[in-house]
Nanobody, 126 residues
Framework: QVQLVESGGGLVQAGGSLRLSCAAS????????VGWFRRAPGKERDFVAS????????VYADSVKGRFTISRDNAKNTVYLQMISLKPEDTAVYYC???????????????????WGQGTQVTVSS
């Protein structure tokens, strides 16, 4: 089991920045891929970004490329999502998720992950 706790959300004006953190505990050596997803009101949970264990491979949704950066500190069992140039359409609850199963080529779907945090609210005002 892996337990995940997100933090760093809040209210920010358009154009501002936030850094989300995802702190993991438990069987953290199984954290093969860590992803960030978000759910806006009335919408499905959408992929934002993912990072592999080594940090060498990252993937981003087109909507956040160039504005969001995912990184991880394995010594601290923490994954970050740095968000800049925030837009009102980035408003959502942000979730981190862990995939502990090796293999596969796509980690952009919620079903690719087994463990989820409770989420942190990000609100961007115009």
């Amino acid at each position: 089991q892996v337990q995940l706790v997100e933090s760093g959300g809040g209210l920010v004006q358009a154009g501002g920045s936030l850094r989300l953190s995802c702190a993991a505990s438990g069987r953290t050596f199984n954290m093969y891929v860590v992803g960030w997803f978000r759910r806006a009101p009335g919408k499905e949970r959408d992929f934002v970004a993912s990072i592999t264990r080594s940090g060498a491979n990252t993937v981003y949704a087109d909507s956040v490329k160039g504005r969001f950066t995912i990184s991880r500190d394995n010594a601290k069992n923490t994954v970050y999502l740095q968000m800049i140039s925030l837009k009102p359409e980035d408003t959502a609850v942000y979730y981190c998720a862990v995939r502990s199963i090796l293999g596969g080529s796509s980690y952009t779907r919620p079903r690719d992950y087994e463990y989820w945090g409770q989420g942190t609210q990000v609100t961007v005002s115009s």
